[in-house]
């Protein structure tokens, strides 16, 4: 007994493995919001007037709007005048053309954090557009992608080279005056990724942005578009990690994704932030809305993710199934040590006939860490034939941790057939009992244990982040239990 | 002469209004009702703001001001009464007609101290049971109840037969029924809570009940809610179980336009077990809220918990279920259940099942489910010769079985079957 709990010791003070601050001169804005910094920002972008003034809508609104308290977790007050809105390397002034004129310390950064960037033309096949602070530094297999017509660059560009594209999508599935966080993203958004997959094109390769929060107390403010046009596949994957810091950072990205008929989009996240010490100071604040309109008939969209940093996460990827036989999916693995605190879960909104939708979230608690699940599931009047299954499971590994679900199931159809399911409990003794004597160490036995109340969850990563998901959860884990 | 009150609200000013006016004749506790008014006073009726009456609007029935009801003649209650299913069911009994205690109707039992709470006159077990809380009804109710119902039950003393507290309304005012049932240790009793009305009227029942169960005691509480189709029916059962105590709770709900029944059981000593049954039959535009909590407090505590609803025509139905876990709670069980049956296109469900774990050993589950007759079962039963009709019926009837054969009372049991098939059959449900 005594051994495991030294293990527990060890692992459960591990310090962070990503964690470093990478010293490149930025081209920051002083701290503080207004309208004339949101004008700054759009002037230093170069943007066309109508993403001016849709800024300048989305700060009019926020200023009404108070920060919602309704999540299950605890913070104190975020001063958003003191927080710096916009900040970009440098060497936005003349972009590099190649990998090879990328800033070097930059390199190293994306090495230390093991994305094989230069590798990625040859090993891969995973066009990365590496998104460090607020400006997209490098981007890759453009070429490539142009040759499908597949649009794949950085929210600037976009705004720059398909600004009808930007205009006609852009707020259409999160509209600025969605909640708080939103707002404040709409005003401030630095930059992101945007992709459009023209009609009947499959995306050959997966695709991929790495997001870091860099210069010191600039809040990240990503805003992500995806649109797959009738008949489009498109595999997005989004991975983060980000360097040690004092002060709590504040990231509220948007994501929106648009299904087209007969579309199918795939968006998956593993999500590595810095969590915070042990005693819960640092960490970043993720406080992040992320939603797919299933717009045409027969589309699909599937959400999965690994939320395993962060000191606060407060996110709900949903689905608003408008199209006849659209299907959503939400598979979801939360991970919360030490003071960490999670509020996740789904939305799936039924509005179109014979909508399907599926939740599988596992949640992980270990030390203090406080997870929720929270999740909605609506059947519209219309909604004939609709069909939901849910299920959360809650592993507790330790006694000071808490799991807690709230799933809310709103049935307006009698034709819908909707379940749902959740339980709590830890690893048993007698599993680990049943392991030890076939030899295999208390360690094992729980890192195993875990990885199967994942594999669900798991197997819907593609192949690249299974990998990943699987070591970030045993380092996130490992020891946490005796 | 005090301060006079001042409320969030307009539409609580009749009541405060009554509560001054009333409050020197209202029997013992005067302080502990200036304060349940005063606490009125600053929550205000709970609005769909609130999250836990999210989907509860009670603001259209709070319109008007509910009168305080008056009494009724005896002889007339009593004719009416018997023409009523669940009035008599062949136990002792103590019928409240419009919150006032109605002797001539009565038969109290022998054995345990049952009686009105004016003539019993221990306003200190009741000072102690109350918690003013956050509960804006719950403290009108505290604030103006005139009678209620006081069930003390020996320590050691096993009560042969259930004991029958009947609440009838008649006209159209507000009543505040008022329960304390108090089981001392090792004690056994069966208490079964009866709410109904005679005609048609809009009437306000608002009903409050503490249950407390000391160690060892094995109490069942049955609560059959039939109020008239116009009703606005709230009620608060609070339940407080001692250690290796037994409580197991049937809420049986048939009438009222609007009914929202709130539970919350806290079990306080360890090896403490529940069982909270619930039946909910909604047709036309009947609204029929439960909403129940269950603290497992201290260790090795258990709960079991099963609400089935039928929802027909336009009506709406809410299930909120919450299950606390406090973090010395280890080795809880506690398993949660809700289904529901949908009848009609219109009907609508929303549910919400929660669970609050913060301790680590322990086995929780809760699941929902919305859904219709299985074709599959409907259609083995037309191959044997039955037809649609009654093979939905009997379908129908077989969902809620296991909840009635779980009341303890066979004249419950009996006459619900009968109700519900007779409701069935008339293609009412």
């Known amino acids: 007994m005594s051994s495991s709990t030294d293990q527990i010791q060890a692992f459960t003070q591990q310090e962070y493995k990503y964690g470093f601050v990478t010293e490149i001169e930025t081209d920051s804005v002083p701290p503080g919001l207004n309208e004339d910094i949101i004008r700054l920002i759009s002037a230093k972008k170069h943007e066309p007037q109508f993403m001016l003034e849709w800024r300048l809508r989305a700060y009019r609104h926020w200023t009404k709007m108070t920060e919602p308290k309704w999540a299950n977790v605890h913070y104190p007050p975020i001063d958003y005048q003191s927080i710096v809105y916009y900040s970009a390397p440098k060497t936005v002034a003349n972009r590099p053309k190649s990998l090879d004129e990328v800033d070097p310390e930059l390199l190293r950064t994306y090495e230390k954090l093991g994305i094989p960037l230069k590798e990625q033309e040859v090993l891969a096949g995973v066009a990365v557009d590496a998104v460090f602070d607020s400006v997209s530094v490098a981007t890759t297999f453009k070429e490539k992608l142009a040759e499908l017509g597949i649009i794949f660059c950085s929210f600037s560009e976009a705004v720059q080279e398909h600004p009808e594209l930007v205009e006609k999508y852009l707020g259409s599935v999160v509209p600025y005056s969605d909640n708080f966080f939103a707002a404040l993203n709409s005003a401030v958004f630095s930059d992101g990724s945007f992709c459009y997959v023209p009609k009947g094109v499959r995306c050959p390769m997966e695709l991929s942005t790495y997001f870091r929060i860099n210069a010191k107390d600039t809040g990240q403010f990503e805003r992500t578009l995806i649109i797959a046009d009738e008949g489009a596949y498109v595999s997005y994957l989004e991975g983060c990690t980000a360097p040690i810091r004092d002060t709590n950072q504040l990231h509220a990205a948007v994501v929106e994704l648009v299904a087209l008929d007969n579309a199918q989009i795939k968006y998956s996240t593993v999500q590595n932030w810095y969590p915070g010490d042990k005693e819960g100071r640092g960490g970043i604040y993720n406080f992040v809305t992320k939603r797919g309109k299933c717009a045409g008939v027969n589309s699909k969209i599937s959400w999965t993710q690994l939320e395993t940093g962060s000191a606060i996460t407060w996110k709900y990827p949903s689905c608003i199934l408008m199209g006849d036989n659209s299907v959503g999916e939400f598979y979801s693995v939360a991970v919360t040590n030490n003071r960490q605190q999670a509020d996740t879960g789904t939305k799936m909104i039924h509005i179109g006939k014979n909508t399907r939708s599926t939740i599988v979230s596992k949640g992980i608690s270990a030390g203090h860490g406080q997870n929720s699940y929270r999740g909605m599931v609506k059947i519209l009047p219309g909604a004939e034939n609709a069909r939901n299954y849910s299920q959360c499971d809650s592993m507790l590994l330790g006694n000071e941790c808490g799991a807690h679900t709230f799933p809310y199931l709103e049935v307006k159809n009698s034709s819908a057939q909707v379940e749902h399911e959740a339980s709590v409990s830890r690893i048993g003794e007698d599993q680990i009992f049943y392991c030890r004597q076939r030899g295999i160490s208390t360690e094992d036995a729980v890192s195993m244990i875990v990885n199967g109340f994942c594999k669900e969850v798991f197997r819907e990563l593609p192949m690249e982040f299974a990998v990943e998901a699987q070591r970030l959860l045993s380092v996130s884990l490992e020891g946490s239990v005796g | ?429």
Request: aromatic share 6%; hydrophobic share 40%.
């Open chain 2, 1 to 429: 002469m005090p301060a006079t009150i001042v409320p969030i609200h307009e539409n609580q000013e009749p009541y405060l209004a009554m509560f001054a006016k009333r409050a020197e004749k209202l029997p013992g506790l005067p302080e502990l009702r200036r304060a349940a008014a005063e606490r009125f006073a600053a929550l205000g009726f709970p609005t769909t703001k609130d999250e836990d009456w999210r989907y509860t609007n009670l603001a259209p029935f709070l319109k008007r001001p509910y009168e305080p009801a008056a009494p009724a003649p005896v002889e007339a209650v009593r004719e009416r009464l018997a023409a009523v299913p669940f009035t008599d069911l062949g136990c002792p009994r103590l019928v409240f007609v419009n919150g006032r205690y109605v002797p001539e109707l009565s038969a109290p039992p022998d054995g345990i101290t049952a009686g009105n709470v004016r003539a019993v006159q221990d306003w200190t077990t009741f000072a102690e049971a109350e918690q003013l809380g956050d509960n804006a009804l719950a403290a009108l109710n505290t604030a103006l109840f005139e009678d209620g119902a006081f069930i003390r039950i020996a320590n050691g003393c096993v009560s042969e037969q259930p004991v029958h507290v009947l609440y009838v309304s008649s006209g159209s005012g507000v009543s505040y029924p008022r329960t304390l049932i108090v089981a001392g240790r090792d004690s056994q009793a069966v208490l079964v809570e009866g709410y109904l009305g005679l005609g048609d009227d809009a009437y306000f029942t608002n009903a409050v009940t503490d249950l407390i169960a000391a160690d060892g005691a094995v109490v069942s509480h049955v609560k059959l809610q039939t109020e008239s189709p116009q009703a606005l029916h709230c009620g608060l059962l609070r339940v407080r179980q001692g250690a290796s105590s037994n409580v197991r709770s049937h809420n049986i709900a048939l009438g009222a336009a609007l009914a929202r029944n709130e539970i919350k059981v806290a079990l306080e000593g360890e090896g403490a077990e529940c069982t909270l049954n619930g039946l909910y039959l909604t047709t036309g535009r009947q609204h029929v809220d439960n909403h129940t909590t269950l603290d497992h407090a201290r260790p090795h505590t258990t709960s079991t918990e099963l609400y089935k609803g039928i929802l027909d025509g336009k009506s709406e139905a809410v299930f909120h279920g919450r299950i606390i876990v406090r973090p010395v709670a280890q080795k809880t069980n506690a398993i949660q259940r809700n289904k529901n049956l949908l009848l009609s296109r219109d009907a609508v469900i929303n549910t919400k099942p929660q669970l609050e774990i913060y301790a680590d050993d322990v086995r929780c589950t809760h699941g929902a489910t919305v859904g219709q007759v299985d074709q599959e079962a409907v259609f083995y039963l037309r191959s044997r010769g039955i037809g649609l009709e009654e093979a939905r019926s009997l379908l129908t009837y077989a969902f809620t079985s296991d909840l009635i054969e779980a009341v303890p009372v066979e004249a419950i049991r009996e006459r619900l079957s009968a109700a519900l098939f007779e409701r069935l059959q008339g293609g009412l449900l």
